[in-house]
Every structure is written in structure tokens, then in C-alpha cells.
């Protein structure tokens, strides 16, 4: 993982006022830029934030980063809509680093090519592991469980994950009485809520 930064280096990039690469470098939260869900670069926040040395992580794609292929797969097309339309879409998905720990994060995208949204885009990581402990949770209820957090009702889920109404209620219920809560907005207070729209407009 990267040291402190050079002082020549700093030094420099300040004189010339070459600071668009430090900044990329530097901003204190993970960024990557991927190509059909390929990673094409990332800054040093994103490599120390998932464990790996950034030559590891290029040229790959996108699923080893996930808990599991299945979760990559749901989420793939999630944002597809609003980035097509020119939005900003951001989301809170579990993520998984180089040493098998899950986490949550606040993931948040702008696509470069609005008519194939995930050709070329830019993609921001926060780390919420401060803020949100990860609780062992299946797959189906970490996916359910992000769906709630998007304002999505237990149709729409269903719809979304290609389950039945009554499957989702199941998971839903299951996260309420695993984490001893009554309603789905006091779920998010116990795992760290999730506020505010998913999408920014955009302004143009």
C-alpha cells in the first residue's frame, strides 16, 4: 500500500499547478474506472481500501470483488436506467476485500457513454465500515436488504430478483427478527440508514 507522498513529487505538481493526477492519486475515497464492468484504473484509496497492489487489479474484471458471482450479477444492470438518462446513481452494496472480509460501501457512478451505460464509467467507493458493521447475512438478504434501502416495496424486489412476493416478505421478516426490530426503518437505523435518493439529476 502507497506511503506518504514524495515531497518533490507534491512539491512539483503544487509549482506547475499539475494537480489533476495527485488529486485522482490522492481524494480520500476509492475511485475506479471501468470499462464493460473491467478495470481500467484505480486510485491508491480504492487499492488499500480492498487489499491489493493496483497491477493486481487491472485488466480484471469487476466479480472478484463481490461476495459471490451470483451478487455481481443482480447488481450488473441495477443503475443501467438513471445513467442512461445522464443521472448520477449511487447505491450500498456489500463488498468483499483481498482478505475475505465483507463490508458495505457507498458506491456511486457516472457513465461516460449514456447509450451503453456500462461501456466507460467512473465509479466512487466509501468505505462504511465505521459507520456499519457487516452482519452475516445470506446473499438473498444482503439483496433484499439493499432493494429496501433503494425505497423499493417487497413487488417491486420481487420483480427485481425474479422472486415471488411472498419469498421477499420471508427475507424480510428474517432480517427483522434477526437484527429485533419491528419495521424496516428501524432495520437501517441497527445496520446504519440509508437516506436520500438514490439517483442525482443531473444538471445540465
Known sequence: MPGPVDKDLLDNAYATRELRGLAFDWVPVGIVVTEARVIREVNH???????????ELLDRLFVF???SDE??????????KDLGEGNLYWDERVMRRRDGELFWCRVRGQTFTPEEPLARAVWTFADLSEIRRYQPLSRREREVYSLLGEGKTSKEIARELDLSYRTVEVHRARLLKKFGVSNTAALFQS?????GEHVVPSAG
Open 45 to 55: 484509496r480504492f487499492c488499500s481500501m480492498f487489499g491489493y497492489e493496483r497491477e
Open 71 to 80: 451478487e455481481f450479477q443482480n447488481i450488473l444492470h441495477r443503475g443501467d
Open 65 to 67: 470483488l463481490y461476495p
Open 191 to 195: 445496520l446504519g440508514d440509508i437516506g
